[in-house]
């Protein structure tokens, strides 16, 4: 896991996440999203939500470029005591909160709306074509806001209402909805 830009730009971190249950977003693909992200939204003053958060890659590059909360979200308890401790070496646990919690469950209890908010489920998830109205139903995403969804070719959602643009990283595909 690499940052690529701001604050920590260079540094990289190690997770023990060889036999973890999760898929991170690859240098290549996390690159080219940021450099679309940074065309499109402020990082300073921003307010971010990270579902399926795994090892925090996107969470600590958002921290990174200077976004003021994340809400890193994800139910596997060693992704989430990695992020805790790397949180405190970074001396941000002021800048990110950390929830244990199934995102479908989370999802469904309103917490707040946010400027950004990326999800990178399982692609062997099922209920994967259920994120985006669970999203916007609940009124997670702020006006104006970007919700940006991580899947593989399998899934389209150019039929969604709220759906804006596709980018494709390999077999990594971005959904951009707002």
Same mark, same amino acid.
């Given at each position: /896991? %690499?940052? +690529?830009? *701001?604050? !920590?730009?260079?540094? %990289?971190?190690? =997770? &023990? #996440?060889?036999?973890? &249950?999760? %898929? =991170?977003?690859t240098d290549f693909a996390k690159e080219g999203l940021f450099n679309i992200l940074e065309n499109r /939204?402020?990082?300073? *003053? #921003?307010?971010c939500l990270d579902l399926f958060g795994g090892t925090g890659n996107h969470s600590f590059e958002l921290i990174s470029r200077g976004v003021e909360q994340v809400t890193y979200v994800d139910k596997h308890r060693p992704a989430v005591t990695f992020v805790h401790q790397l949180a405190r070496?970074?001396? +941000?646990?002021?800048? +990110?909160?950390?929830?244990?919690?199934?995102?479908?469950?989370?999802?469904?209890?309103?917490? *707040?709306?946010?400027?950004?908010?990326? #999800?990178? &489920? =399982?692609?062997?998830?099922?209920? +994967? =074509?259920?994120?985006?109205d669970?999203? !916007?139903n609940h009124g997670?995403?702020?006006?104006g806001g970007i919700f940006v969804?991580?899947?593989? &070719?399998n899934h389209r959602f150019d039929h969604h209402p709220r759906?804006?643009?596709? %980018?494709?990283?390999?077999?990594?595909? !971005?959904?951009f909805f707002g």
């Open positions: /896991m %690499r940052i +690529i830009a *701001g604050a !920590f730009k260079g540094r %990289r971190f190690y =997770p &023990p #996440a060889d036999k973890w &249950p999760t %898929r =991170p977003t /939204m402020e990082f300073a *003053g #921003a307010i070496e970074l001396d +941000i646990t002021d800048r +990110i909160k950390i929830v244990f919690a199934d995102v479908s469950r989370f999802l469904t209890h309103k917490s *707040g709306a946010f400027d950004y908010i990326f #999800a990178g &489920p =399982p692609y062997p998830l099922t209920w +994967i =074509p259920e994120i985006p669970l999203i !916007f997670w995403l702020k006006e969804l991580e899947t593989n &070719p759906f804006k643009e596709l %980018r494709t990283y390999g077999k990594t595909h !971005f959904s």
